[in-house]
């Protein structure tokens, strides 16, 4: 790669000194700038920067190392290099510290010197491009995270509506309940708010909410359609959807979460609920919730074989099965929600 004219400024109070290097400088290909003392090498590289600076560390009004700082204070790319006698090793060791790239001994041996100041310029060069490189790497880690985020948003909200057409879809398919899934949905995150359920555990519970009933696809028209009371043999099948739910979802990781409600929903705090009968804080928490909900909307929305009562006589029956059928703490979480909230939530999930 072709180099443009390399930038150079000399600074020494010593006049043949300084032409010396200038000589120098000028045969290897350098474009130099002169001054005479710190001071005005300091001005000379604040009017117009160059990649490189060869100073005298002993000079008058300004010294080497000063110039030094106030070089690198302008420009941390600066590679300076300090020239010194045998009497000041030390002060040109410090320099090292204070960011100068190297030190030559006087008197000046041309090739070492040359040699110095394109290392210190490769060196420049490598920092400068690390950098750029280094700039570069966070921006597209910075846009892969962006791209990342949004694509798991989008994902996030596809999921979120594939579950609830899917939930209207149950609702639609088991006659007289449309979107009691949305309600019951509506319900349980105000219970699940009132008792202090962890938001980590909030959209697991969500997801069991809307998709509790999904094992009713496994059970035959015949049975989940019958207008009129099922026989002990149909009600057998009808109680095997919990589990067929349970089959369905477990397999899908994104829905292991909701496995818990669907799998339990229909057990009672006393143990009289089934599939396995499991009584008091043996029934995961989603599913103690989801029993208060389900049965508050069952009570208060018209079936074809149900009158719907009251919001306050449905609470007072909750109530009133609080330790038997319910776990009497969700019962008072749900009886704290508010019955305008409720209202508002059976007004917005009204089938369109
Ligand atoms: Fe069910």
């Not at 002169?34 to 160059?50: M, Q, Y």
């Not at 929903?265 to 609920?273: I, L, P, S, V, Y």
């Not at 007072?316 to 508002?344: S, Y």
Request: include cysteine.
């Amino acid at each position: 790669m072709d180099s443009p004219s390399r930038d150079i400024l000399i600074v020494d109070d010593d006049r043949q000194v300084r032409e010396v290097l200038h000589q120098i400088f000028l045969s290897a290909g350098y474009a130099c700038r002169l001054a005479e003392d710190g001071r005005a090498g300091v001005a000379a590289f604040t009017e117009k920067p160059t990649e490189l600076v060869v100073t005298d560390l002993k000079m008058p009004v300004m010294s080497g190392i000063e110039l030094l700082q106030q070089i690198r204070a302008l420009d941390g790319d600066a590679a300076v290099i300090v020239l010194t006698g045998a009497a000041d090793v030390k002060t040109a060791i410090d320099s090292l510290k204070l960011g100068a790239y190297d030190f030559i001994m006087k008197p000046v041996n041309v090739e070492e010197l040359l040699i110095a100041a394109e290392r210190a310029l490769e060196r420049r060069q490598l920092l400068i491009e690390r950098r750029a490189y280094q700039a570069m790497l966070e921006r597209r880690v910075e846009e892969a995270t962006q791209h990342l985020t949004a694509a798991y948003q989008e994902l996030e909200a596809t999921y979120g509506t594939t579950l609830e057409a899917l939930g209207s879809a149950l609702d639609t398919r088991d006659i007289g309940t449309e979107s009691h899934s949305r309600r019951v949905h509506g319900y349980a995150l105000a219970t699940a708010k009132e008792y202090g359920v962890p938001q980590e555990l909030v959209r697991d519970l969500a997801h069991g909410v809307l998709l509790h009933d999904i094992g009713k696809i496994g059970i035959p028209d015949a049975i989940l359609l019958k207008p009129g009371p099922l026989t002990p043999e149909e009600w057998k099948v009808m109680r095997t959807h919990p589990e067929i739910g349970k089959r369905l979802i477990e397999r899908i990781p994104f829905l292991r979460g909701a496995v818990p409600i669907v799998f339990s929903h229909h057990e009672k705090w006393d143990g009289t609920g089934y599939p396995r009968g499991l009584s008091g804080e043996d029934i995961p928490l989603g599913a103690r919730i989801f029993a208060v909900v389900d049965a508050f909307d069952a009570m208060t929305f018209s079936r074809p074989y149900s009158k719907a009562i009251t919001f306050d006589a449905a609470r007072a029956e909750i109530k009133r099965c609080a330790g038997t059928h319910f776990d009497p703490n969700v019962v008072e979480a749900f009886l704290r929600v508010p019955g305008q909230l409720l209202d508002e939530i059976r007004r917005r999930s009204i089938a369109p």
